[in-house]
C-alpha cells in the first residue's frame, strides 16, 4: 500500500528565484538562447549586424563635416572611402525649406511648432480640452502662414463655415432638416465662389493687413512633404469614413458611388493622378484661371489617400458583430449617434494599425510629386547633384533624406502603439 | 431545456394585466427573400401582460418579437405598439424604439464603454436627460440588478450573467413601457441564468409588460400569464400556462412538451 499521508510541519518561506534566470544574464538566456536553433539564428544575426556595421560606420565616420564640394571630401580622405557630409551641412536647410525665402523661415517653423500644439490635444486627451479650439482655427492659420498674402483670405475662409452653421441653424425650425442641411452646403460655397474675393478686396483696401506672399514653386524640401502628407492625412480620414459607410448604405446610388470611386482611385496608380493634377486638369479650368499646383497636388494625394482608408474602415466596421448596430438600434439612438457613439469608436479602434499604415504610406508617398516637378527632398537631392560642387553625391542626401522620413514615420507608428494600448479595454 | 425555477414565491400583488392594449398585431407576414417565416401572425399584448413564446428553433419566435421594435420589418400586415403604428417612417420607429427596451441573448453591452457609460448613453443622447440624472437613474437601476459596484468596470470583465443583468438595466433606463427579452438565459452557464431569471421576475412583479422568447418553462410556470406556443412561423398554441403545460390541445405542442420536460 502506497502512504498518501501527509501534513506539513514548517511553511517554506518565499526565495530568491536562481540567478541565471533574473537580471541581464537571466534576459540573455531566455530571449537569445532559449533553444539550439535560437541560439545559431542569435549568433548569425549578430554576426551579420557585426559585419553590416563594420563596413558602415569607417564610412559614416568620416572628417568631412566641413568640406565645400565632392573634390575638396576626396582631398580630405586622400583615397579612403568615407562618406562626404560637406553637403548636408552645407544644403540642409534647403533640404528643409526648399527655396522659401530664407528671412521667412521663421513662419514656416512657426507654423509646424504651432501644427505641433494643434494637432497634441487631438492625440493625447490628457490634454486640456479647450485647446482644441486652437485645433479649430489652425487649418485657415496654417495657408495664411505658409503662403502669406492677406490676412482677410483665411478670415474670409473661415466665414464661409460660421455662414454655413447659422444658415442651418436659422433655416432648421423655419423649412425643415432636409432644407437646413441642403443650406448649410449652399450658403458657403456661394460666399467662397462669389462673394468673398470682392470683400477681401474691399476689406483689404480699407485695413491692408497683409504677410508677403510666397509662390508655390518656391516650397519645397520636407516642408512641402510635410505641408502635402499632413493635409491630406487630417482630410482623408473623415472622408474614407464617409465612403465606408456610403460603401455600407442601402441607398443604391449612395452605395454605387462610393464603390465606383473607391475603385477608380484605387487601381489608379498615383503618379497618374499627380500628372492629371499637374497637367490634364489645367484643360478644364477656363483659361487664366491659376489653380495653386500645390493645391491641386494635395487634392489628388488626399483622394487617393481616402480611397485607401475607406477600405481600412470597411475592415474595421465589417469585423463588429451585428448585435452592437441591433443593441444601438434598439435604445432608439439614430443611424448618426449610433455611428458616432457605439460604431465608429469601435470600428476605428479595431482599424488603428491599418490607419496609421495608410498615413505612414501616404507620407512617404509624397516623395512622388518630385516627378511632376515639385522639389521635395528627393526632387530637391536631384538639383543639389546638378551643381558642380557636389555632383556625385549619392548615398549622404539619400542618407539624410530617409532619416528625416524615418524619425515621421517611426513615431506614428509609436504613437500608433500607444493608442492602441490606451484604448485597450480588452476583453471584447 | 432546463427547469430553472428561482427557490421563493412569486409576488402576485402587482401583477395585473390592465384592459389597455399595448401591442396589436393583426395579419402580419414576414418574408426572408421568397421564404415565409411569419405567417398571419395575430396577436394582442394588454398593459402589464408576461407572455412566454416558446417553440422549437427556427419556429420565428425570435423574428416575431425583433418586428416588434423594427430590428426585423415586415411585409404585410400591422404592428401597433402603444398606440403608434410601425411603418418605414423613422421618426414612428425612433419612438417606438425608445419605449421598448430589448434584451438580447448574446447581452450586446458596448465595450468600448464602461457599465455606467453603457446605462446613460441612451438617456441622454436619445432622452436629452442631464448627464447627472442620468447617472442617478443608472445607479438606481444597477442597484436593483444587484451590481451597482461594477459601474465603472466594462462590460469584458463581467461574467456572463452580470453582463446580461446591466443589459436589463441599460434597457430599464430609458423607461420603457414594454421590454422584450429575445433568449436572454441562452448564453448563460446554469448557474448565471437563475440571477437573470430573478431579475426578470422581479421586472415582472412591478407590473412591466414583458415578452419574453425563452425555453426557461420554470420561469412560464411562475411568472407568464400567457404562454405562446410556435412552429412554423405561425401561433400553434396560446394558453394560460397551467393550462398550456398540463393540457395541451395541438399535437406539435405536445411533442414539444414532451421532448423538453419529458426528462
Not at chain 2, 410601425?86 to 448574446?106: A, P, T, Y
Request: proline share 5%.
Amino acid at each position: 500500500m502506497v502512504d498518501i499521508h501527509f501534513v506539513r510541519k514548517s511553511m517554506i518561506e518565499e526565495q530568491e528565484p536562481p540567478a541565471a534566470t533574473t537580471g541581464v544574464a537571466g534576459w540573455i538566456r531566455e530571449n537569445l538562447f532559449s533553444s539550439p536553433l535560437n541560439a545559431v539564428l542569435s549568433i548569425l544575426s549578430i554576426g551579420f549586424i557585426v559585419y553590416v556595421l563594420s563596413a558602415l560606420l569607417p564610412w559614416a565616420i568620416s572628417p568631412t563635416w566641413a568640406a565645400t564640394s565632392l573634390g575638396e571630401c576626396r582631398e580630405i580622405l586622400a583615397g579612403h572611402e568615407g562618406a562626404c557630409w560637406g553637403v548636408i551641412r552645407e544644403r540642409w536647410l534647403q533640404l528643409l525649406f526648399g527655396f522659401y525665402p530664407k528671412e521667412l523661415y521663421w513662419r514656416v517653423v512657426l507654423d509646424f511648432a504651432l501644427l505641433i500644439v494643434a494637432v497634441a490635444p487631438v492625440l493625447f486627451t490628457g490634454l486640456p480640452r479647450k485647446m482644441l479650439y486652437f485645433s479649430a482655427i489652425y487649418p485657415f492659420l496654417m495657408p495664411w502662414l505658409l503662403w502669406g498674402g492677406s490676412v482677410w483670405n483665411p478670415i474670409a475662409a473661415a466665414l464661409g463655415f460660421v455662414l454655413g452653421y447659422f444658415a442651418h441653424k436659422l433655416a432648421k425650425p423655419a423649412l425643415g432638416g432636409l432644407a437646413a442641411v441642403i443650406l448649410a452646403f449652399v450658403v458657403p460655397i456661394i460666399w467662397w465662389m462669389v462673394l468673398s474675393g470682392p470683400v477681401v478686396d474691399a476689406l483689404g483696401s480699407v485695413l491692408p493687413l497683409a504677410m508677403e506672399t510666397v509662390q508655390s514653386r518656391n516650397f519645397g524640401g520636407f516642408m512641402l512633404s510635410i505641408t502635402i502628407g499632413v493635409v491630406a492625412i487630417a482630410i482623408s480620414l473623415p472622408i474614407g469614413i464617409l465612403l465606408a459607410l456610403g460603401r455600407q448604405s442601402n441607398l443604391f446610388i449612395v452605395r454605387s458611388l462610393s464603390v465606383g470611386f473607391i475603385e477608380f482611385i484605387r487601381g489608379v496608380p498615383l503618379i497618374t493622378l499627380l500628372f492629371v493634377a499637374s497637367t490634364l486638369l489645367n484643360i478644364f479650368m477656363p483659361p487664366g484661371t491659376d489653380f495653386d499646383i500645390i493645391l491641386r497636388v494635395i487634392i489628388m494625394v488626399t483622394l487617393f489617400a481616402s480611397a485607401y482608408m475607406a477600405e481600412v474602415v470597411r475592415g474595421g466596421l465589417a469585423a463588429l458583430p451585428k448585435g452592437q448596430y441591433e443593441a444601438a438600434d434598439a435604445l432608439g439612438l439614430d443611424f448618426w449617434m449610433s455611428q458616432r457613439l457605439i460604431i465608429m469608436p469601435q470600428a476605428l479602434k479595431i482599424s488603428i494599425p491599418g490607419i496609421v499604415s495608410t498615413f505612414i504610406g501616404v507620407f512617404k508617398d509624397t516623395t512622388l510629386v518630385s516627378i511632376i516637378g515639385l522639389l521635395d527632398p528627393i526632387g530637391l537631392s536631384t538639383s543639389i547633384r546638378a551643381d558642380q560642387a557636389w555632383n556625385g553625391v549619392v548615398w549622404e542626401l539619400y542618407g539624410f533624406i530617409a532619416l528625416m522620413f524615418f524619425i515621421f514615420c517611426f513615431s506614428m507608428s509609436r504613437y500608433s502603439m500607444f493608442l492602441e494600448r490606451k484604448l485597450q479595454t480588452g476583453h471584447r | 431545456m432546463s427547469e430553472n425555477a428561482v427557490e421563493r414565491q412569486v409576488d402576485r400583488s402587482q401583477m395585473e394585466v390592465s384592459d389597455k392594449v399595448a401591442i396589436q398585431i393583426t395579419h402580419m407576414n414576414k418574408w426572408y427573400g421568397s421564404f415565409h417565416v411569419l405567417r398571419d401572425i395575430n396577436l394582442s399584448v394588454n398593459e402589464g401582460e408576461r407572455i412566454v413564446i416558446a417553440g422549437p428553433s427556427g419556429s420565428g419566435k425570435s423574428t416575431l418579437i425583433r418586428c416588434i421594435n423594427r430590428l426585423e420589418e415586415h411585409q404585410a400586415g400591422e404592428i401597433i405598439v402603444d398606440g403608434t403604428e410601425l411603418s418605414s417612417d423613422l421618426k414612428n420607429i425612433d419612438k417606438i424604439r425608445s419605449e421598448v427596451g430589448m434584451v438580447f441573448q448574446h447581452f450586446n453591452l458596448f465595450p468600448h464603454l464602461t457599465i455606467l457609460e453603457n446605462c446613460t448613453l441612451a438617456p441622454i443622447w436619445v432622452r436629452k436627460i442631464p448627464r447627472k440624472e442620468a447617472e442617478e437613474t443608472a445607479m438606481h437601476f444597477l442597484e436593483k440588478v444587484k451590481i451597482p459596484e461594477q459601474a465603472l468596470k466594462y462590460p469584458g470583465q463581467l461574467s456572463g450573467g452580470q453582463q446580461q443583468r446591466v443589459a436589463i438595466a441599460r434597457s430599464l433606463c430609458m423607461m420603457p413601457r414594454i421590454m422584450l427579452f429575445d433568449e436572454p438565459t441562452s448564453a448563460l452557464d446554469p448557474e448565471m441564468i437563475k440571477e437573470v431569471l430573478e431579475t426578470m421576475i422581479q421586472l415582472a412583479e412591478e407590473g412591466m409588460t414583458m415578452l419574453c422568447v425563452t425555453h426557461e418553462m420554470g420561469f412560464a410556470k411562475q411568472v407568464a400569464n400567457r404562454v405562446i406556443f410556435m412552429d412554423q412561423g405561425q401561433i400553434v398554441e396560446q394558453n394560460e400556462p397551467n393550462e398550456f403545460f398540463n393540457n395541451p390541445q395541438h399535437e406539435r405542442t405536445k411533442l414539444f412538451l414532451s421532448q423538453i420536460l419529458g426528462h
